[in-house]
């Protein structure tokens, strides 16, 4: 039996964050993979649907060029599998480059290939092979969820793992979900020329988001032309002919709607079955995820997790952020903690959504005496030079302190904007460090000093009175 100082179950980010960090601390380190190095945000999420997804933003632009000149309507673009080809290219080459080459250069890692389940609290087997751990870190990511609907397992669907990258897109398409996949994959089906519907079972898109923002995103949306159902509950999806028929109850009203194609867009859950978490003591919540306290300690010491396999919030920069840490931890006498509410996420749709910090309503609830602000894009230099004003952005701070506690941005270049805002958040910053701060002009990220010198006004008229003034210029 091969014994290690720590054992890493799961090569995606947070596992790779661990080994590197792991390698350069030269603890004896073992890698189990029973898929491909790199995990869920190569092969399936965040490069292949990012990578079409801006593919699509192109031949949308040309065919936006083409209805202008020429007239028409919009056509079903022949080059999704080219823009599907060229994903795969892309994330085979930054699976090489930022995972596989880096991993091989470590001295006293070694990598199995298979699955691994836990034998004891300090041993795993990987399809046969026993391996024994003085340290063990679980970082095995999270898998898509089908949710539980009336005809599901009868009917065929598309999903993020499977969107045909043989064939054309749909002529019609039906997402179930609007949040990060749900809204990016209807985008970029709608950019290929597809014919849109999203069935939303909450109130807002996006409800992770403030709710003024997750609302101008919504009205961007449809005024491009995809349809989105909010409140939309799916009671029930079948096939009939060569369509997909879902039948979706709005409050008291139910109708059936026909496509080509049905996207399930709906969660993702930790991916923790037939790891024998229960033989080695690791307890998981009511979904699955292994709980850890704030050092990603698990209910065994010398047993860690992180990445999405400990849940929300999944994003890749968390995953990787939690591995190091948790490595470092294992490994040292340090005890490091991330600071969650500092974390900023983006939507990679057109406009962009990106949010960091706290919503206004869960501050309110968690005890702060809040003040908000919201500012339309039409105010910013940039945007009218560029002759897209689509855009909005919020802003809460704390009352008194007037430290800033989260923003929300709709806008081109979004995910940009909004790093600027994190760190005014992780270092504490109130709207009149913010208002004080010269930018580059003219940038969009002029919005976050304009934005924070709108809380120095007592008066919302005077507020609007120097926003027409700054159109009127």
């Given at each position: 039996?091969?014994?290690?100082?720590?054992?890493?179950?799961?090569?995606?980010?947070?596992?790779?964050?661990?080994?590197?960090?792991?390698?350069?601390?030269?603890?004896?380190?073992?890698?189990?993979?029973k898929?491909?190095?790199?995990?869920?945000?190569?092969?399936?999420?965040?490069?292949?649907?990012?990578?079409?997804?801006?593919?699509?933003?192109?031949?949308?632009?040309?065919?936006?060029?083409?209805?202008?000149?020429?007239?028409?309507?919009?056509?079903?673009?022949?080059?999704?599998?080219?823009?599907?080809?060229?994903?795969?290219?892309?994330?085979?080459?930054?699976?090489?480059?930022?995972?596989?080459?880096?991993?091989?250069?470590?001295?006293?890692?070694?990598?199995?290939?298979?699955?691994?389940?836990?034998?004891?609290?300090?041993?795993?087997?990987?399809?046969?092979?026993?391996?024994?751990?003085e340290?063990?870190?679980?970082?095995?990511?999270?898998?898509?969820?089908?949710?539980?609907?009336?005809?599901?397992?009868?009917?065929?669907?598309?999903?993020?793992?499977?969107?045909?990258?043989?064939?054309?897109?749909?002529?019609?398409?039906?997402?179930?979900?609007?949040?990060?996949?749900?809204?990016?994959?209807?985008?970029?089906?709608?950019?290929?020329?597809?014919?849109?519907t999203?069935a939303?079972?909450?109130?807002?898109?996006?409800?992770?988001?403030?709710?003024?923002?997750?609302?101008?995103?919504?009205?961007?949306?449809?005024?491009?032309?995809?349809?989105?159902l909010?409140?939309?509950?799916?009671?029930?999806?079948?096939?009939?002919?060569?369509?997909?028929?879902?039948?979706?109850?709005?409050?008291?009203?139910?109708?059936?709607?026909?496509?080509e194609?049905?996207?399930?867009?709906?969660?993702?859950w930790?991916?923790?079955?037939?790891l024998?978490?229960?033989?080695?003591?690791?307890?998981?919540?009511?979904?699955?995820?292994?709980?850890?306290?704030?050092?990603?300690?698990?209910?065994?010491?010398?047993?860690?997790?992180?990445?999405?396999?400990?849940?929300?919030?999944?994003?890749?920069?968390?995953?990787?952020?939690?591995?190091?840490?948790?490595?470092?931890?294992?490994?040292?006498?340090?005890?490091?903690?991330?600071?969650?509410?500092?974390?900023?996420?983006?939507?990679?749709?057109?406009?962009?959504?990106?949010?960091?910090?706290?919503?206004?309503?869960?501050?309110?609830?968690?005890?702060?005496?809040t003040?908000?602000?919201?500012?339309?894009?039409?105010?910013?230099?940039?945007?009218?030079?560029?002759?897209?004003?689509?855009?909005?952005?919020?802003?809460?701070?704390?009352?008194?302190?007037?430290?800033?506690?989260?923003?929300?941005?709709?806008?081109?270049?979004?995910?940009?904007?909004?790093?600027?805002?994190?760190?005014?958040?992780?270092?504490?910053?109130?709207?009149?460090?913010?208002s004080?701060?010269?930018?580059?002009?003219?940038?969009?990220?002029e919005?976050?000093?304009?934005?924070?010198?709108?809380?120095?006004?007592?008066?919302r008229?005077?507020?609007?009175?120097?926003?027409?003034?700054?159109?009127?210029?």
């Open positions: 039996m091969e014994e290690f100082d720590l054992v890493i179950i799961g090569s995606g980010s947070a596992g790779t964050a661990a080994a590197m960090r792991a390698g350069a601390l030269g603890a004896k380190t073992a890698l189990v993979e898929d491909e190095i790199g995990g869920n945000c190569l092969d399936i999420s965040c490069v292949p649907s990012r990578s079409s997804l801006r593919e699509g933003e192109l031949i949308d632009l040309a065919e936006q060029k083409r209805l202008r000149t020429q007239g028409g309507s919009k056509q079903i673009d022949s080059s999704f599998k080219v823009a599907v080809d060229e994903a795969e290219k892309v994330a085979k080459s930054l699976r090489r480059q930022a995972y596989e080459e880096p991993l091989k250069s470590l001295r006293g890692l070694k990598i199995f290939r298979g699955s691994a389940r836990f034998t004891s609290s300090h041993e795993i087997d990987v399809d046969g092979k026993a391996i024994r751990g340290k063990f870190l679980i970082a095995t990511g999270a898998l898509a969820t089908v949710p539980p609907i009336s005809g599901i397992e009868e009917t065929e669907y598309l999903t993020n793992e499977n969107f045909a990258p043989h064939r054309i897109p749909p002529r019609s398409l039906i997402v179930l979900g609007a949040g990060v996949l749900g809204l990016e994959f209807a985008q970029m089906f709608w950019n290929f020329g597809t014919k849109v999203i939303q079972r909450h109130q807002q898109i996006m409800t992770s988001i403030e709710p003024e923002v997750a609302k101008a995103a919504q009205l961007y949306f449809e005024d491009d032309g995809i349809n989105i909010t409140h939309a509950t799916v009671e029930a999806v079948f096939e009939e002919g060569d369509a997909k028929k879902v039948r979706i109850r709005t409050g008291a009203t139910r109708h059936t709607y026909s496509a194609e049905i996207f399930l867009a709906g969660s993702r930790p991916n923790t079955n037939d024998g978490l229960e033989i080695a003591g690791v307890a998981v919540d009511s979904q699955g995820a292994i709980i850890t306290d704030d050092e990603f300690v698990t209910s065994v010491p010398h047993i860690r997790a992180a990445g999405d396999v400990i849940g929300d919030p999944m994003l890749e920069t968390v995953a990787n952020e939690e591995g190091f840490m948790a490595a470092e931890n294992a490994l040292t006498p340090e005890h490091l903690q991330i600071d969650y509410e500092a974390i900023p996420f983006c939507v990679f749709t057109s406009p962009e959504m990106a949010q960091v910090g706290i919503l206004e309503e869960q501050a309110q609830s968690s005890g702060h005496n003040v908000s602000r919201t500012l339309s894009f039409d105010s910013v230099p940039r945007a009218r030079i560029d002759h897209n004003i689509r855009g909005l952005i919020k802003m809460t701070a704390e009352e008194d302190t007037r430290r800033i506690l989260g923003v929300s941005i709709v806008s081109d270049q979004a995910g940009d904007i909004i790093n600027e805002a994190a760190m005014a958040i992780k270092y504490k910053l109130t709207v009149e460090d913010l004080s701060m010269i930018h580059a002009h003219p940038t969009l990220a919005v976050l000093p304009l934005i924070a010198q709108t809380f120095a006004r007592d008066s008229a005077e507020i609007q009175m120097i926003e027409k003034k700054r159109r009127a210029a």
